[in-house]
């Protein structure tokens, strides 16, 4: 084998772990793959969390619509946040501690630390933003890597697939 098989073996090879920090790549979602994955900044002072009719049914958005995720890693426990740097710019959580709005549990909304910042959390699970989720009602992060997904009113995981038309590519970055 040639020093420059091997060398492009060990690349692949530590890509394929950079891939795996936020889901195993095994894509539960299909889809068109886009090339951009330009990094997203946490979005600030979401103000209110309310519940919205989308394409999966009643989900959990923030006051302007987004679709708000949860990453199954994390489990429902506090301060149990386990997307890393990488993760976090395809999927930049919801700072700050929102109101309740329109269908959602004020009971069930709190915070949790994220590196000296606030995340707000919502049945115990960190609530983050997908990225490529530009308008009101997109869902195209759902089921990445069968580990993001939307939540109802009760801060349950909807596992059920989108349309094929409606979700991204399979990978969580």
Same mark, same amino acid.
Request: proline share 4%.
């Given at each position: 084998?040639?020093?420059?098989?091997?060398?492009?073996?060990? +690349?692949?090879?530590?890509?394929? +772990?950079?891939?795996?920090?936020?889901?195993?790549?095994?894509?539960? #979602?299909?889809?068109?793959?886009?090339?951009?994955?330009?990094? #997203?900044?946490?979005?600030?002072? !979401?103000?209110?969390?309310?519940?919205? /009719?989308?394409?999966?049914?009643?989900?959990?958005?923030?006051?302007?619509?987004?679709?708000?995720?949860?990453?199954?890693?994390?489990?429902?426990?506090?301060?149990?946040? &386990?997307?890393?740097?990488?993760?976090?710019?395809? @999927?930049? =959580?919801?700072?700050?501690? !929102? &109101?309740?709005?329109?269908?959602? /549990?004020?009971? +069930?909304?709190?915070?949790?630390?994220?590196?000296?910042?606030?995340?707000?959390?919502?049945?115990?699970?960190?609530?983050?933003?997908?990225? =490529?989720?530009?308008?009101?009602?997109?869902?195209?992060?759902?089921?990445?890597?069968?580990? @993001?997904?939307?939540?109802?009113?009760?801060?349950?995981?909807?596992? &059920?697939?989108? !349309?094929?038309? &409606?979700?991204?590519?399979?990978?969580?970055?």
């Amino acid at each position: 084998m040639s020093r420059s098989t091997v060398a492009t073996v060990a +690349l692949v090879f530590a890509a394929s +772990l950079g891939l795996a920090a936020c889901g195993d790549g095994s894509a539960g #979602a299909t889809g068109t793959s886009g090339s951009s994955t330009q990094a #997203a900044s946490a979005v600030k002072d !979401p103000s209110t969390v309310k519940i919205a /009719d989308s394409s999966l049914g009643k989900i959990l958005v923030d006051g302007k619509g987004r679709t708000l995720y949860l990453f199954t890693a994390d489990g429902k426990n506090m301060n149990s946040m &386990k997307c890393d740097a990488q993760c976090l710019k395809l @999927w930049p =959580p919801m700072e700050g501690k !929102p &109101k309740a709005g329109a269908g959602a /549990d004020a009971k +069930l909304i709190n915070t949790t630390d994220l590196a000296g910042k606030t995340q707000a959390t919502y049945a115990g699970h960190p609530l983050y933003y997908y990225a =490529p989720d530009k308008a009101a009602g997109d869902v195209k992060g759902q089921g990445i890597d069968k580990v @993001w997904y939307v939540m109802d009113a009760h801060g349950k995981a909807i596992t &059920k697939a989108v !349309p094929a038309a &409606k979700n991204d590519s399979g990978y969580g970055y």
